[in-house]
């Protein structure tokens, strides 16, 4: 021990969000505070892991203390799936790719122009059923591109063609869109505080728009994007065109517009609403390091990534930040732009990415016990 000072007051708060494929958010914390505790055993650690809206949002909220709820509810291909909501008190996180996420779909199947939201609707209404009287409606890693129609369809809007018949699921279906009736929505939704929290903040159509900018990680082709982009247009069209260029409205597909035109749903930026939510800040005044992290830590960290929110409210409270991260693809510079003063990164001890995916654990407890000589002793 080089500062016994130091030592004796370190209080290192872990506030990490998963490392996608790899291992969850609430086992990045436990590696992290095992290689803590494995060369200062004294120090103390509180793990508060994070999320920005997309999948992970309710596990951070259950590891938080809020109650993990299950509803069983329509797939993005409409097969019944379970999907978990989190509930404290009347606040609700619910988070739609948990009913209409990728990760419903079998390896390599997509169904970029016909899967349907209708499940986050369903997963809503389950919420309000509970009691829910503020919604956290965390949105992102979505497999649907249908501007949420399918979503507002569970909570009993209609969408008819031109002879009187619902259109098709997905936002192909929208192409034969005539009219919109929301007068049968849910009269619940009047009296909840739903809140957008978004991973995005892109519009809905455009060269920045939902199809055009994530229409392809669901398995759209360039004319897919081309008829989703128009679908989602004539829909809006019909429904409101200027909540459409509103930021997050292209999140998740289009869920954004849904919930923004017709829900009244206010957008905020998902880590911010989460980092409330989890309850950051007392975290933070307790602490005297900070150590967030995420899989990759790249580009898109930067642009309000759950490490990139982490890092700018521990900066503002002044105090030290490091990250950890599977795989580091940003120089050191932009780093410290974002607040964080060193990435550790599992691919520096072992430079196969197969078996830095494999052994991610074991790999990062090592990673925590170089930050602890480094900054706890
Ligand atoms: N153990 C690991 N070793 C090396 N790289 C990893 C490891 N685990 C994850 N990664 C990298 O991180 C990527 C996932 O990134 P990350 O966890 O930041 O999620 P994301 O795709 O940015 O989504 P989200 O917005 O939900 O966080 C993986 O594709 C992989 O490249
Ligand atoms: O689901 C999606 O389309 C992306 O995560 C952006 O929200």
């Known amino acids: 021990m080089t500062d016994g000072a130091v030592m004796e007051t370190a209080r290192v708060l872990v506030a990490a969000d998963k490392f996608k494929g790899s291992l969850t958010a609430v086992q990045v914390a436990e590696r992290v505070t095992a290689g803590l505790r494995r060369i200062v055993p004294e120090v103390q650690v509180e793990t508060l892991p994070v999320a920005d809206g ?7 909220a259950v590891a938080a203390g809020f109650e993990r ?3 069983r509810v329509t797939g993005p291909r409409g097969e019944t799936v ?3 909501y989190a509930l404290r008190d009347t606040t609700a996180v619910v988070e739609m790719a948990e009913a209409s996420g990728l990760q419903h779909l079998p390896a390599g199947v997509f169904a970029p122009l016909t899967a349907t939201t209708y499940g986050s609707g369903e997963l809503l209404a389950a919420a309000l059923e509970a009691g829910a009287r503020t919604i956290v409606f965390g949105v992102g890693g979505s497999a649907t591109t249908d501007g949420g129609a399918g979503m507002l369809a569970a909570l009993g809007a209609r969408f008819l063609d031109a002879d009187g018949k619902p259109v098709g699921p997905g936002g192909g ?3 034969k869109l005539a009219e919109v009736d929301l007068s049968g ?3 619940r939704l009047a009296d909840v505080d739903l809140i957008l929290a978004s991973d995005v903040d892109n519009p809905l159509t455009g060269p920045k728009g939902a199809p055009e900018v994530y229409g392809r990680q669901k398995g759209a082709t360039e004319e897919d994007i081309a008829t989703l982009d128009a679908a989602l247009s004539h829909y809006a069209s019909i429904l409101g065109p200027d909540h459409a260029k509103l930021p997050g409205a292209g999140a998740a597909g289009g869920i954004g517009y849904g919930a923004l035109v017709a829900l ?3 957008f905020r930026p998902g880590i911010e609403v989460m980092l409330d939510v989890l309850g950051f800040a007392p975290a933070l005044a307790r602490a005297t390091l900070v150590i967030t992290g995420e899989g990759s830590l790249d580009e898109q960290t930067l642009h309000g990534k759950a490490p990139a929110g982490v890092a700018a409210a521990a900066r503002a409270a002044g105090l030290e930040v490091v990250a950890v991260c599977g795989r580091l693809a940003l120089p050191p510079e932009a780093l410290g732009r974002a607040g964080i003063r060193r990435a550790y990164a599992l691919t520096e001890l072992e430079s196969d990415p197969a078996v830095c995916m494999a052994q991610a654990g074991p790999l990062l407890e090592r990673v925590a016990e170089g930050i602890a000589r480094d900054f706890l002793t």
């Not at 997309?54 to 951070?60: P, R």
């Open 54 to 60: 997309g999948d992970g949002t309710v596990a951070a």
């Open 69 to 71: 709820r299950e509803a």
């Open 82 to 84: 379970t999907a978990a």
């Open 173 to 175: 279906g929208l192409a």
């Open 185 to 187: 929505l849910d009269p």
């Open 264 to 266: 009244g749903a206010r």
